[in-house]
């Protein structure tokens, strides 16, 4: 198995807690896998000592095979839509796509593929601690197939990762929305609640930027999708989105 972990964007505030937190996650991962795996790194600090900390940690992890790094300033979606080294996912047969703050707790990569295979999932998470809605984090099956999953910790293969990137936009930077339209775009996710991350770190974007960025995204996808969004908030304002916990009910739930 040719595995790869994929930083969306990584940098400050935290930056020494987030190494950390990296540091654990790829040996938690290496401890399972027993081989060395690739790792590309959207870094968004500018400063050259910080890029030539990370790259020399990252050299003297043997669990780490490759590491690709670029530098470019930015959030999320500026970042890794616009990465070169994506033309390498391709060479992977699975991607774990990780945010900066997110901590491995009990998560079994083998588990996960098993799972994804299992039942044809096409981007498969573990139970998240600490996330967003409570219904990332307080499910009691096993699995559950969701029309809403938020965006922490993402098994993917390179097929699906490409299909991930493609109903995001540059413009969207904070993902905002996309978490709530799976269904809209035909995209099968599960939510596997025997793995679990921890969310260690509280978000702290700019809410208001991401909001309105979210709103044009809405604006801009085609006609069809209008009755979609509708019948997913409650008033089409920016202030009011209806609680995804409330409103999303799991499409099927499997208890093994």
């Not at 590491?67 to 047969?93: H, M, Q, R, S, W």
Request: aromatic share 14%; charged share 20%; with cysteine.
């Amino acid at each position: 198995m040719k595995l790869l972990y994929y930083l969306p964007a990584f940098g400050g505030p935290n930056m020494d807690y987030k190494m950390k937190i990296l540091h654990y996650n790829i040996h938690s991962i290496f401890n399972q896998t027993k081989q060395p795996f690739d790792i590309i790194i959207n870094l968004y600090e500018i400063d050259p000592k910080i890029l030539t900390g990370l790259r020399n940690h990252l050299n003297r992890q043997a669990c780490i095979a490759n590491a690709y790094i670029t530098v470019k300033k930015g959030v999320l979606t500026e970042l890794f839509l616009t990465n070169p080294d994506n033309t390498k996912i391709a060479d992977y047969d699975y991607i774990l796509f990780i945010l900066d703050d997110v901590k491995l707790h009990e998560v079994y990569v083998d588990d996960m593929i098993k799972i994804k295979n299992k039942f044809k999932i096409e981007i498969l998470s573990p139970k998240i601690i600490n996330s967003t809605h409570r219904f990332m984090y307080n499910g009691t099956n096993a699995l559950t197939i969701n029309s809403c999953m938020e965006v922490y910790c993402l098994l993917m293969t390179p097929k699906d990762m490409m299909r991930f990137f493609s109903i995001h936009t540059i413009q969207n930077k904070w993902m905002w929305g996309v978490d709530f339209l799976w269904d809209y775009f035909n995209i099968r996710v599960g939510l596997y609640n025997k793995n679990s991350c921890i969310h260690m770190i509280p978000s702290a974007g700019n809410c208001i930027e991401a909001r309105n960025c979210m709103w044009r995204y809405f604006e801009n996808l085609p006609n069809d999708s209008k009755q979609h969004i509708k019948k997913i908030f409650l008033k089409r304002n920016r202030k009011c989105v209806l609680n995804a916990q409330s409103f999303f009910p799991t499409i099927k739930a499997f208890n093994f």
